[in-house]
């Protein structure tokens, strides 16, 4: 867990847990909708790139939490 200075998404935890680079992407939307797409290309060492491919389909979201008055980002896979 990291102390939380901003509640931002999570793709800076997920580049770090699974050792990528992100190469290219395409604009996000600021106000994205159901079924809207973006494509990302990741570079990496084969099984960090398997690991993350796993996560397709599934909801990974930062999480603050408060422990003894400070805050704290972790990140959540369901």
């Known amino acids: 867990m990291r102390r939380a200075t901003t509640a931002k998404y999570p793709l800076e935890d997920l580049l770090d847990k699974y050792l990528l ?42 999480q603050v939490t408060t422990t003894d008055g400070r805050e704290y980002v972790s990140m959540v896979i369901e």
């Open 21 to 62: 680079s992100l190469s290219a992407e395409t604009e996000f939307v600021s106000d994205p909708q159901p079924g809207d797409r973006a494509t990302m290309e990741f570079e990496g060492e084969v099984d960090g790139l398997r690991q993350a491919a796993a996560l397709v389909g599934r909801t990974v979201r930062n």
